[in-house]
């Protein structure tokens, strides 16, 4: 394993303090329990707080910021943050109109930031996300798991928050945001997690782990790697399948298309992704609205991309367009 | 050699019209000669324009829009765009008052370059950046290689030109910037070129490469890989060397710095690296006062990152803080 780290213990904290350093402007860094906020603290508005294990940065400190989140909570490398530290995100963020909690559907995940909320002296709610249509329950869920969809929920929400919409009103739009979004992944390598120190799973050079979760976890099966036609357009048909068998009409539907790296894709093969998935969404009678190709919702250091289709409606339309200022999203202002 | 592609020929074609088809908005892609402009042409002011070998993106697709480039000429993978593509991204953006290109000095596209400006019928300037202080003299240059830091220059005169400043204000502002900069990478993996498939150079899973170049070209030397305090402080020191022995004052000044990532390493590991230089340059009495983390000039697939140090005046800053709207950096729009 080569990495750029010290100590694996110190990893996390250095890296965070990095990042606060980095973006002193929009962020800051609270340690013991630990947690991030905007440096300026919104007022009379729902606060919006995500979290989860590290590792998939720049999900969620890098979405800290007005028109998307408040707060998000780090836990270690894959593995959950713990629910002190939700409580004193949601101490430090709540400003009067409760707090919603948007949280990935890992077991972990949601078993902590549930005993959060149930401490929490004051109102709230979750959104659960569950895009990736992969698998029903994985190593890591009890159904679907929440992968890069996640980040669409977020700045969604997170824009219909600062219009001053109230809690209940954030967490129906965040969950009809959610069930909007079809995601699905392809890892060519695996993850190394640096407590561990080597791969997550061995994958020889002639296959590719189709429907991969963001921790290596399995996908639908192991294949033979081929051309990315071949690759993109199995990932386009599990998508549509999904939105067929829930009932969703997404053909001559608008959609936003993200096609998201897991980091150790370069960005020109996922523009070739993109170039591809695009034309086979078209040839479903899908719209392309909007489009967002790059490394959003990461898995250390794993080779591989997931797509994402998110079916718009006017209302998430406007949210997705509207003003957003973090570190790693940022548009109209 | 893994990767998403269809066959190798087409991977350039392909990855453009999926980034011109994600952007279209901004973006339009002329092929046969390939180059890539502003999807609205902008009227008035010195055309700015660069382009070198694919691989490195965003660079320079990433930076078409206003307030930086006004066109790009994509070579493929690791070579040179020819002349031809600049002759035709030159006529197509040409607004009256002459072109400066912006060339990182490698000798194929200085070549290239001024074969073209020499063709031109009209004005032209050339700045040529050279921020990489890891060697002088390497495999594909004469004088000192140009990396990261190019993505500086772009931002900075491209902000100038768009106030209307003249061609000889232009350059003479991008051979500013350019000598205000120095940059050093370090690899812990090669890179894998898709014509050839498989990794441009070895190295040992107990090794580093310090100085690499952005197409895995040789640095200074081949080290043991260590803790990345010990990695950064040894970049930083080099960067120091350079200010010193060219007489700049790096001490008592502000400075931009870059944390650039060459693909392959999480963003988790270039902010830790980002912790550790801005201490490091703090105690050499620099104000670190702007701050750029990511991907921003990549080398393929390669795990590594590099430094970049950019002493800041009022003129720089003010360029730099201004208005930007391209694919891969936006603000205050």
């Known amino acids: 394993m080569k990495k750029f780290i010290n100590h694996v213990d110190d990893l996390l904290v250095e890296s965070l303090s990095g990042f606060a350093a980095a973006h002193s402007d929009l962020v800051q860094l609270h340690l013991e329990p630990h947690y991030l906020t905007r440096k300026h603290k919104a007022l009379d508005k729902v606060a919006i707080i995500s979290g989860g294990g590290s590792g998939h940065e720049p999900l969620h400190s890098g979405y800290i910021g007005y028109g998307m989140l408040d707060a998000a909570c780090p836990g270690h490398v894959f593995t959950s943050p713990t629910p002190d530290q939700m409580l004193a995100a949601a101490e430090y963020v709540h400003a009067g109109k409760g707090v919603l909690f948007i949280v990935k559907n890992y ?20 959104v659960l996300t569950s895009d990736d ?3 029903n329950n994985s190593t890591y869920t009890t159904g679907r798991r929440g992968v890069a969809g996640t980040m669409i929920v977020e700045k969604c929400v997170g824009s219909l928050a600062e219009t001053g919409a109230n809690l209940q009103a954030c967490k129906t739009f965040g969950d009809k945001v959610n069930s909007n979004i079809a995601s699905m992944g392809v890892a060519l390598t695996s993850c190394t997690v640096p407590a561990a120190g080597r791969p997550t799973f061995d994958i020889d050079h002639t296959e590719l782990e189709m429907g991969v979760g963001i921790h290596g976890e399995p996908g639908r099966r192991r294949e033979a790697m081929r051309e990315a036609d071949a690759i993109v357009k199995d990932l386009v048909a599990a998508i549509m399948e999904d939105f067929n068998m829930r009932g969703l009409h997404a053909e001559g539907s608008e ?5 998201n790296g897991f980091a150790g894709t370069p960005l020109m093969e996922l523009y070739l992704i993109y170039n591809t998935a695009a034309k086979l969404f078209a040839k479903h009678g899908i719209t392309v609205a909007r489009s967002l190709v790059g490394n959003y919702t990461t898995a250390l250091d794993m080779a591989g991309a997931s797509i994402t289709l998110c079916l718009l409606d006017e209302e998430i339309k406007q949210h997705w367009d509207n003003a957003v200022h973090t570190p790693a999203l940022r548009w109209k202002i």
Chains 1, 2 share one sequence.
Request: cysteine-free.
């Open 133 to 135: 249509v992969a698998v």
């Open 255 to 259: 959609a936003l298309l993200l096609v």
């Open 107 to 126: 077991s972990g995940d949601v078993m902590n930031f549930e005993m959060a909320a149930e401490m929490l002296p004051f109102e709230s709610a979750t």
